[in-house]
């Protein structure tokens, strides 16, 4: 089965600054995909940005990027130039192709942008 | 541009009442799915359909029923309301191949059993 752990229970950061959270996963899958979601405190779910397994690039979107290690099964989310509005929960989630498209989420990080 | 509605928003059960939770999606996903999520943890997948007529269990199915008999809509309901099932309820869907699978999610309905 497949298990995504997010060590940083929680994080602060100074606006305009750069952060990174940390997601690790457990499969034995070649074909996936992986997310960043961010739910703000309206407990909204927000795409952030998406993974394909078999590309080596990096995804980015804006201010976010990742850093995708597939061999030691990393999944970093990196935020540059950091606004209050980032202020949210994130959460790391993984789907095994083929799986019916079921997410398997890690518990998430608490970050907070202080001004 | 309503993407996946859910409704009721908010609402308070006493134990042993039911009620069902609507939800619709105007993008026409053929997958759609209910999750719930409890203080501090991520999202466990409750029930899922692949297409209407079609459902199948999550991680956590216990005390809840899924019907999906159109494309567009896939009620959740509880029976029998307990305390363990207060907690945020997310409706979500996607189409396959589209947008990298990418699900998308509705606003969240905050259920609380008392």
């Known amino acids: 089965a497949q298990t995504v752990t997010q060590s940083q229970p929680e994080m602060s950061v100074q606006e305009a600054e750069t952060v990174t959270l940390s997601c690790t996963y457990d499969?034995?899958?070649?074909?996936?995909?992986l997310f960043w979601y961010k739910q703000p405190p309206s407990r909204q779910m927000i795409l952030v940005i998406r993974?394909?397994?078999?590309?080596?690039q990096n995804a980015t979107e804006n201010r976010f990027s990742v850093n995708f290690q597939k061999a030691a099964k990393s999944f970093s989310l990196k935020i540059s130039d950091s606004q209050l509005g980032d202020t949210a929960m994130y959460f790391c989630a993984f789907y095994r192709i083929g799986s019916q498209g079921n997410l398997i989420f890690g518990k998430g990080t608490k970050l907070s942008v202080k001004p | 541009n309503a993407g996946v509605t859910q409704t009721p928003k908010f609402r308070i059960l006493k134990i042993g009442q039911s009620m069902t939770l609507q939800c619709t999606q105007d993008?026409?996903?053929?997958?759609m799915y209910w999750y719930r999520q409890d203080p501090g943890m991520g999202l466990k997948l409750i029930y899922y359909?692949?297409?209407?007529?079609?459902?199948d269990k999550g991680e956590v199915p216990n005390g809840y029923n899924v019907s999906r008999s159109t494309t567009e809509d896939f009620p959740l309901r509880l029976e029998l309301a307990a305390p363990s099932q207060t907690s945020v309820y997310f409706c979500?869907?996607?189409?396959?191949?589209?947008?990298?699978?990418?699900?998308?999610f509705g606003e969240g309905s905050w259920l609380t059993v008392v």
């Open positions: 993974q394909e397994a078999y590309k080596q």
């Open positions: 359909s692949v297409g209407a007529g079609i459902t």
């Open positions: 979500a869907s996607r189409r396959t191949g589209d947008s990298g699978n990418t699900i998308y």
């Open positions: 993008m026409n996903h053929n997958y």
């Open positions: 499969t034995s899958e070649s074909n996936y995909y």
